[in-house]
């Protein structure tokens, strides 16, 4: 520490290179840490998905619907335990926050898009079933399915909006055969869900479910089908062969499916903006390389300035040691700063992407609704920072040891 004020007098004496340094360093480490962020967040998501849940769709696209009776042919597969209808609604909240939009022009079907939020239709008794991870009060579940409009949200949707059991909103869907010709879907708030974290983490408690049963009648009995179909299975090691078994039935059909792991379909569904994977940690490595170079060049540069100051170090008895210690300290130095800068920006662009309307929805609808600057990220992009000005600064410093004190006098 005794060296700590020597090593800042070099560094202020051109701070105009020290900042960009520092700067170079920040970006570097606040890209690294945002991308293992999201990384972080969508294993986390994957990891919330359970073996023995398989989720049916149509072979082609999720665009296209399945026939309602295929339900009652999964039912019969070998393996099946049960089997749910499901839809996603894409509904949003009226703009209009006093309640139900009124007439039938434009207005009434204006949508807020900053408050929308993950909502389902499911056939509510076999779903529940087979999602035990959504703990509901025993008494709020028979209310809920009690009342054919009754909703289940999770607690962190319901604390989003101060919703209360009993609580009255409507939701206006943008897929147009879930629209309803007299206006938004009245829901009551029947039941909240809780999650528990240690047994669970990751599982979304920012969603919604009402009955299917509900879409059904309410759009005039015109839906030709189901969006997919939840299938439960008794043994997670035949889920392959269940899911060829239950694709089997339908081979020679109009509407062909697809069956795969609820894994498997979250995966697919987030792979539709590409090798994810891939993509960040390329991103990430190329930015690290680049910065590796930059913070070595400056090194290189901070020490050929200071020949003269190295020799007389060690004429004064500076061991080459000690010198090759105090150009690898200031490195580490610059490193440490950035880092810090970094590791402060990505928790700071984490913040603005969960609150920024557009921003926070489109995460929203991927499941993404826990997008933080996770503990362990912070603390690997503080390590890669370290790592980063060691690594810039060793070979400048090594060069420093080996210089003799004649060969750096008459260069001056």
Avoid at 40 to 62: E, F, G, Q
Avoid at 98 to 104: I, L, V
Avoid at 169 to 196: H, M, N, Q, T, W
Wanted: hydrophobic share 45%; charged share 20%.
């Amino acid at each position: 520490m005794k060296f700590l004020p020597f090593i800042l007098k070099h560094l202020r004496r051109n701070w105009i290179r020290t900042t960009s340094t520092v700067l170079a360093m920040a970006l570097c480490i606040f890209l690294f840490c945002t991308l293992q962020s999201v990384l972080a967040a969508v294993d986390s998501l994957l990891d919330s998905t359970s073996a023995n849940r398989l989720i049916t769709r149509h072979s082609v696209s999720l665009v296209f619907s399945l026939p309602f009776s295929y339900a009652g042919r999964i039912q019969s597969v070998p393996g099946v335990k049960r089997v749910a209808t499901t839809s996603w609604f894409g509904g949003s909240l009226p703009a209009k926050k006093e309640g139900k939009a009124e007439g039938t022009g434009e207005e009434s079907t204006t949508t807020d898009w900053s408050n929308f939020f993950p909502n389902m239709a499911v056939d509510a008794e076999p779903y529940l079933a087979m999602y035990p991870e959504y703990e509901i009060p025993k008494d709020q579940y028979q209310a809920f399915m009690a009342d054919l409009r009754g909703a289940v949200v999770g607690r962190k949707l319901a604390n989003k909006f101060g919703w209360k059991v009993g609580d009255t909103f409507f939701l206006e869907s943008f897929i147009p055969p879930y629209r309803k010709p007299d206006g938004p879907f009245e829901f009551v708030v029947r039941a909240i869900f809780d999650v528990d974290p240690a047994k669970h983490p990751g599982t979304d408690t920012s969603i919604m479910f009402f009955h299917h049963k509900y879409l059904y009648e309410a759009t005039g009995r015109s839906l030709d089908g189901a969006g997919t179909y939840n299938v439960e299975i008794e043994d997670p090691d035949r889920a392959g062969e269940v899911s060829k078994a239950i694709d089997a039935l339908f081979e020679n059909s109009d509407a062909q499916t697809r069956t795969e792991t609820e894994k498997a379909f979250a995966a697919g569904f987030i792979s539709m903006a590409g090798n994810l994977a891939l993509l960040l940690n390329g991103i990430g490595m190329a930015v690290a390389f680049t910065i590796l170079l930059v913070t070595a060049n400056t090194m290189s540069m901070a020490v050929r300035e200071r020949r003269t100051e190295i020799a007389v170090l060690k004429t004064l008895g500076f061991s080459s040691a000690q010198v090759m210690g105090l150009v690898v300290a200031e490195a580490v130095f610059l490193g440490l700063l950035g880092g810090l800068v970094g590791i402060g920006g990505s928790q700071g662009i984490m913040w603005m992407l969960t609150h920024a309307p557009g921003i926070k929805d489109a995460l929203a609808g991927i499941g993404l609704t826990d997008l933080n600057l996770q503990p362990f990220v912070a603390v690997l992009g503080f390590v890669v920072a370290l790592f980063l000005g060691f690594a810039a600064g060793f070979v400048p410093a090594l060069g420093a040891y080996r210089s003799r004190i004649t060969d750096m006098l008459r260069t001056v």
